[in-house]
């Protein structure tokens, strides 16, 4: 079964500094997904951002961009110039192609923004 | 724009009750999700359907049940309902496809007390 590891359960950083979030996981598969979900106060889990493990090139989504290393299956966020409204929970999430698309979830890790 | 609407938000429940808690979504999507969150833990998936009419069962099914009578509609039913299902309920749906992004509802808070 595939596990997901998010090692930091909280972390902070300044206004308009950068930070980065690691993930870890475990899978014997070759072609899978991954994807970082935010959950603000709200609740509202949000996506971040999406990895495909066949596409070499690391996935970027403005200020939010991911460090996929395939081979240490680790898929690391880094969130630059960060803002009061990235504080969040951040789950990391693998999935693998299959009948239901269903998602393996890290515990999470609180990220609080200071300003 | 509706999406993934979940009802209700929050519920007290008491030991032995039962209750549906409510999941629509207004996108087509066939596939439909009921996950929980419990503290410190990432989501949990429960039961799922790939389309209208077929379930299956997640990583934690016991003690909840499913059904999908429409594309629209997959509520999620706790029959006996235990302290152990105190917990944060998502609902989400995406479209066929490999690697298709989930979308979550709100969240629905219950406690069983």
């Known amino acids: 079964a595939q596990t997901v590891t998010q090692s930091q359960p909280e972390m902070s950083v300044q206004e308009a500094e950068t930070v980065t979030l690691s993930c870890t996981y475990d899978?014997?598969?070759?072609?899978?997904?991954l994807f970082w979900y935010k959950q603000p106060p709200s609740r509202q889990m949000i996506l971040v951002i999406r990895?495909?493990?066949?596409?070499?090139q690391n996935a970027t989504e403005n200020r939010f961009s991911v460090n996929f290393q395939k081979a240490a299956k680790s898929f690391s966020l880094k969130i630059s110039d960060s803002q009061l409204g990235d504080t969040a929970m951040y789950f990391c999430?693998?999935?693998?192609?299959?009948?239901?698309?269903?998602?393996?979830f890290g515990a999470g890790t609180r990220l609080t923004v200071k300003p | 724009n509706a999406g993934v609407t979940q009802t209700p938000k929050f519920h007290i429940l008491k030991i032995g009750q039962s209750m549906t808690l409510q999941c629509t979504q207004d996108?087509?999507?066939?596939?439909m999700y009921w996950y929980r969150q419990d503290p410190g833990m990432g989501l949990k998936l429960i039961y799922y359907?790939?389309?209208?009419?077929?379930?299956d069962k997640g990583e934690v099914p016991n003690g909840y049940n499913v059904s999908r009578s429409t594309t629209e509609d997959f509520p999620l039913r706790l029959e006996l309902a235990a302290p152990s299902q105190t917990s944060v309920y998502f609902c989400?749906?995406?479209?066929?496809?490999?690697?298709?992004?989930?979308?979550f509802g709100q969240g629905t808070r219950l406690t069983v007390v």
């Open positions: 899978t014997s598969e070759n072609n899978y997904y």
């Open positions: 996108m087509n999507h066939n596939y």
């Open positions: 999430a693998f999935m693998k192609p299959s009948y239901n698309n269903d998602m393996r």
């Open positions: 990895q495909e493990a066949y596409k070499q």
């Open positions: 359907s790939v389309g209208a009419g077929i379930t």
């Open positions: 989400a749906s995406s479209l066929e496809g490999r690697g298709t992004e989930a979308f």
